[in-house]
């Protein structure tokens, strides 16, 4: 069982852990980068993902999803952004803008990520978003999960999508003003499509599987290709839809 594994094991039925339920984390974790470990937030225990994720403890008794789907999609997600990891090991961004997926790898510790998992919502029209406050006032960025079913369909990106999505957001990655994003589903095709967060989501989530990538438009891989490259590779976005219409193709994320 890996070490991440054996610390959820410890977990009781709540989140408000009179003691650590594992391994706490020292005193300059955030300055060295330490995780798989345990810090004391707001009252409750919340564990150090291994790639900086602050996951509250309650985030692990959910009923949507198990603690194993959890950790699995922050380490997907930290796949899709690894700079260096291969395509047919998981990886993305080495292939689309390695330069990207290291600064968004780095933001995940800098801009304090911490994911966050409130009382469900049935009437919630969304599956998470940002918030850039907790509770106590202090400025974090928070990845809260909301009416999260929504977005784990098999045929979408899943629980690692979301999770990927939420954190570029955090990661500021936007091009899109908020409104305009929050309403995506609304946007005309052609509109849709120069969402970065959604093309990075798309291109990541799609691109590398035979049946899906014809859901990737060639301007969602544009958008990402771009994005802090002086003279981005347009051979990268080959073979991709080149149609622009008003037409949303079956199965196409819009969350």
């Not at 800098?110 to 009437?123: A, L």
């Amino acid at each position: 069982m890996s070490t991440a594994g054996v610390l959820l094991s410890l977990l009781f039925a709540s989140s408000a852990f009179a003691s650590a339920p594992g391994p706490v984390c020292p005193a300059d974790w955030e300055k060295s980068r330490t995780g798989n470990c345990w810090i004391r937030e707001n009252k409750s225990w919340s564990f150090v993902h291994r790639h900086g994720w602050v996951v509250a403890g309650r985030c692990f008794t959910d009923t949507r999803f198990s603690q194993s789907d959890l950790l699995t999609a922050l380490e997907v997600a930290w796949r899709k952004m690894d700079p260096e990891l291969a395509v047919s090991a998981g990886g993305c961004l080495s292939e689309f803008n390695p330069k990207w997926g290291r600064e968004l790898q780095d933001a995940v510790w800098s801009r304090r990520m911490r994911v966050r998992c409130p009382t469900y919502n049935s009437e919630s029209r969304i599956c998470a978003h940002r918030s850039e406050r907790d509770s106590y006032g202090r400025v974090y960025n928070l990845l809260v999960v909301d009416n999260v079913q929504r977005c784990m369909d098999s045929d979408g990106s899943g629980l690692a999508g979301v999770m990927f999505h939420e954190s570029l957001h955090a990661a500021h990655a936007d091009n899109y003003a908020t409104a305009k994003h929050n309403k995506a589903w609304e946007l005309p095709q052609f509109q849709f499509v120069g969402d970065r967060i959604y093309a990075a989501e798309a291109v990541c989530f799609f691109a590398h599987d035979p049946k899906q990538r014809p859901l990737v438009n060639f301007l969602q891989c544009k958008r990402v290709i771009e994005h802090h490259v002086l003279e981005p590779d347009l051979a990268l976005c080959k073979d991709f839809d080149l149609s622009f219409t008003d037409h949303r193709a079956p199965g196409f994320i819009k969350h």
